[in-house]
Nanobody, 117 residues
Framework: QVQLVESGGGLVQAGGSLRVSCAAS????????MAWYRQAPGKQRELVAA???????NYADSVKGRFTISTDNAKNTVFLQMNSLKPEDTAVYYC???????????WGQGTQVTVSS
């Protein structure tokens, strides 16, 4: 089992920056992929950014050049640095982890990010 706990969400003005964090615990060694998803009210959950040991990073087109996903392996933490935030970035941001070999997925509880115009 893997547990994911997000932190760092909040309210920020458009154009500002915010960093959300996800601390992972449990069977960390089984994880191949970590990612951030988001879900805005009335919309489907969407992939924001992902990082894997083999394929590197990938981003949704809407956040390329503004968001950066990174990890601190020593602290078992994944970060999402969000710059030049827009009101349309407002959503609950969820941390995601996957064991590709066993096709097991894990989700955090989510953290709210609100960008005011």
């Amino acid at each position: 089992q893997v547990q994911l706990v997000e932190s760092g969400g909040g309210l920020v003005q458009a154009g500002g920056s915010l960093r959300v964090s996800c601390a992972a615990s449990g069977r960390i060694s089984s994880i191949n992929t970590m990612a951030w998803y988001r879900q805005a009210p009335g919309k489907q959950r969407e992939l924001v950014a992902a990082i894997t040991s083999s394929a590197g990073t990938n981003y949704a087109d809407s956040v390329k050049g503004r968001f950066t996903i990174s990890t601190d392996n020593a602290k078992n933490t994944v970060f999402l640095q969000m710059n030049s935030l827009k009101p349309e970035d407002t959503a609950v941001y969820y941390c995601y982890a996957r064991n590709n070999f066993l096709a097991l997925t894990y989700w955090g509880q989510g953290t709210q990010v609100t960008v005011s115009s």
